[in-house]
């Protein structure tokens, strides 16, 4: 079982700044193979993929609304993946997700492609 908790959600201005934290554990088998993703949900809308960092973080995607804006990263002896949010725009609160998965050369975006998720993090842009 694998087990993912997201942090770092909050109130920020428009054109802030915030860094959304990850962490996952898992018993009785390793991490260093699985992926780890970035998705966000306004209400009323669907599931989209942010971001996301391969095993050895040495692949990265972002979707084309972050992209110069959001860097991903990942701490692989803390199990962590960060996601550092800069010039943030005034939209709908979304709910930011944190997602893992087995998957040793790819960076998935999709949701289907994620096994375990973590419970969400709120994210409010003020104007």
């Known amino acids: 079982q694998v087990q993912v908790v997201e942090s770092g959600g909050g109130l920020v201005q428009s054109g802030g700044s915030l860094r959304l934290s990850c962490v996952a554990s898992?018993?009785?088998?390793?991490?260093?193979?699985?992926?780890m993703g970035w998705f966000r949900q306004a209400p009323g809308k669907e599931r989209e993929g942010v971001s996301c960092i391969s095993s050895r973080g040495r692949t990265t995607y972002y979707a084309d609304a972050v992209k110069g804006r959001f860097t991903i990263t990942r701490d692989k002896a803390k199990n962590m993946v960060y996601l550092q949010m800069k010039s943030l725009t005034p939209e709908a609160p979304a709910i930011y997700y944190c997602?893992?998965?087995?998957?040793?050369?790819?960076?998935?975006?999709?949701?289907?492609?994620?096994?375990?998720w973590g419970q969400g993090t709120q994210v409010t842009v003020s104007s």
């Open positions: 898992a018993s009785g088998f390793s991490l260093d193979s699985f992926v």
């Open positions: 997602a893992t998965t087995n998957s040793p050369t790819m960076c998935p975006i999709t949701r289907d492609d994620y096994n375990y």
